[in-house]
C-alpha cells in the first residue's frame, strides 16, 4: 500500500495537463485551486464566478503562456494577485497579467464594475526592495498598490471566492515572503519558503536567514492539518516542485534543522567557510536535493552574524 503522500503525489501527476500551445503544466489542488508550474516557479489559481485571484505571476517571459493556461481554467478577470516574494520568478509577471486584469470596485450592491488592472498585494518589504534605489527596474504597474505590516491579514470571501488568510515570514527566504492560506479549501501556498526540488534558497541582501526559513517551516505546520500521521490533510503548493502535505514539510524542517544544527557547530569550533563546504554537512540529503553550496554558505554567513 502505498503512503498517503505519496498516492497525493501519484494523483496529482495523473491529474495534470499540459496547456496548449505552452510548456506550463496545469494541476488541480482541489476544489477550485489549481497550480501552474512555470519556469520561474508555481503559480497559484483560485477561480470564482467574479474573477481569478493569483498567488505569484511567474517570470516576465512566461507571462503569455501563464496567461493562456490561467484562460484554459477560466475566463474571469484576473482581480488580484498576491506576491509571495520580490523574486522575479514569482513577481516578473505582475506587469503583463495586473495590466489585463480589473479590479472588484463595486461589490454586491453596485454589480460589478471593474477598474484597470488587477490589484496586486504583497507584504511591504516587497514594495521597499522593487522601489528601492539601484534596484532592478520594475513598471509602477507591477509593484504592489496594497501591502501589509503586520503580521497577517484577511481577504474577503465576497472578492476572492474563499477565506484568505496572507501571513508574513519574516527574515526567510527573503525579509518580505508571505504564506497564503486558503481556508476553505485548505491549501496553502508557501512561496520560496518550501521548496521539494532544491535547498533552501536565501537571498541574504534581501534580508534571509536560516533561522528564518526553519521559523517558516513551523508556520506553515502550526496552520495545517494533517490526515494521518501528517500524510493528507492540509495540501501544500511549493515554490518549486510538486504538490505536498505536512509530511513532506515536517521532512524539509527536519532537514533544514539538521543541517543548521552541523553547520553551527562547525562554526563554534572555529571552522572557516571553506573547512564547511569541504565537511559536507548535507552530504545525506545531496542525492535528493541536488548541490548544497550556495545553502551552506548562506547558512554559514547569516548564523555568523552577530546579534
Same mark, same amino acid.
Request: charged share 20%; net charge negative.
Given at each position: 500500500m502505498k503512503p498517503l503522500c505519496a498516492a497525493i503525489a501519484v494523483a496529482c501527476a495523473a491529474a495534470s495537463v499540459v496547456a496548449q500551445g505552452t510548456d506550463i503544466r496545469i494541476l488541480k489542488v482541489r476544489g477550485n485551486v489549481s497550480m501552474l508550474q512555470t519556469p520561474g516557479g508555481n503559480v497559484t489559481v483560485l477561480t470564482f464566478p467574479e474573477g481569478i485571484t493569483l498567488v505569484d505571476s511567474g517570470p516576465a517571459d512566461a507571462a503569455d503562456q501563464v496567461l493562456a493556461a490561467i484562460r484554459s481554467i477560466g475566463p474571469q478577470p484576473i482581480r488580484y494577485i498576491i506576491n509571495t516574494s520580490v523574486d522575479p520568478g514569482h513577481? #516578473? /509577471?505582475? *506587469?503583463?497579467?495586473?495590466?489585463?486584469?480589473?479590479? =472588484?470596485?463595486? #461589490?454586491? &450592491?453596485?454589480?460589478? !464594475?471593474? @477598474?484597470?488592472?488587477?490589484?496586486? =498585494?504583497?507584504?511591504?518589504? !516587497?514594495?521597499?526592495?522593487?522601489?528601492?534605489? #539601484? +534596484?532592478?527596474? &520594475?513598471?509602477?504597474?507591477?509593484?504592489?498598490?496594497?501591502?501589509?505590516?503586520? *503580521?497577517? =491579514?484577511?481577504?474577503?470571501?465576497?472578492?476572492?471566492?474563499?477565506?484568505?488568510?496572507?501571513?508574513?515570514?519574516? +527574515?526567510?527566504?527573503?525579509?518580505?515572503?508571505?504564506?497564503?492560506? $486558503?481556508?476553505?479549501? *485548505?491549501?496553502?501556498? @508557501?512561496? *520560496?519558503? $518550501?521548496?521539494? @526540488?532544491?535547498?533552501?534558497?536565501?537571498?541574504?541582501?534581501? /534580508?534571509?536567514?536560516?533561522?528564518?526559513?526553519?521559523?517558516?517551516?513551523?508556520?506553515?505546520?502550526?496552520? +495545517?492539518?494533517?490526515?494521518?500521521?501528517?500524510?493528507?490533510? @492540509?495540501?501544500i503548493v511549493p515554490g518549486h516542485g510538486r504538490v505536498s502535505d505536512s509530511a513532506d514539510v515536517a521532512y524539509y524542517r527536519d532537514m533544514v534543522t539538521i543541517v543548521r544544527d552541523r553547520v553551527q557547530d562547525m562554526i563554534k569550533k572555529g571552522m572557516t567557510l571553506d573547512q564547511v563546504k569541504a565537511a559536507r554537512p548535507t552530504r545525506d540529503y545531496d542525492p535528493r536535493y541536488g548541490s548544497p553550496d550556495a545553502f551552506v554558505e548562506a547558512a554559514f554567513k547569516s548564523l555568523s552574524r552577530k546579534r
Open positions: 513577481s #516578473g /509577471g505582475n *506587469d503583463k497579467l495586473g495590466s489585463l486584469g480589473a479590479q =472588484i470596485t463595486g #461589490g454586491n &450592491v453596485a454589480g460589478q !464594475v471593474g @477598474t484597470d488592472g488587477a490589484e496586486i =498585494i504583497a507584504h511591504e518589504n !516587497v514594495l521597499d526592495r522593487m522601489s528601492a534605489k #539601484g +534596484a532592478r527596474p &520594475v513598471p509602477a504597474r507591477a509593484m504592489p498598490q496594497t501591502t501589509y505590516h503586520i *503580521d497577517s =491579514i484577511k481577504l474577503s470571501t465576497l472578492y476572492h471566492g474563499d477565506g484568505i488568510q496572507v501571513f508574513h515570514v519574516p +527574515a526567510a527566504h527573503t525579509d518580505g515572503d508571505s504564506l497564503v492560506y $486558503f481556508r476553505h479549501n *485548505d491549501v496553502i501556498a @508557501t512561496g *520560496d519558503v $518550501f521548496m521539494t @526540488t532544491t535547498f533552501p534558497v536565501i537571498d541574504l541582501e534581501r /534580508g534571509g536567514s536560516v533561522n528564518g526559513v526553519i521559523d517558516g517551516l513551523n508556520r506553515i505546520l502550526d496552520l +495545517a492539518f494533517p490526515d494521518f500521521r501528517l500524510e493528507g490533510g @492540509t495540501l
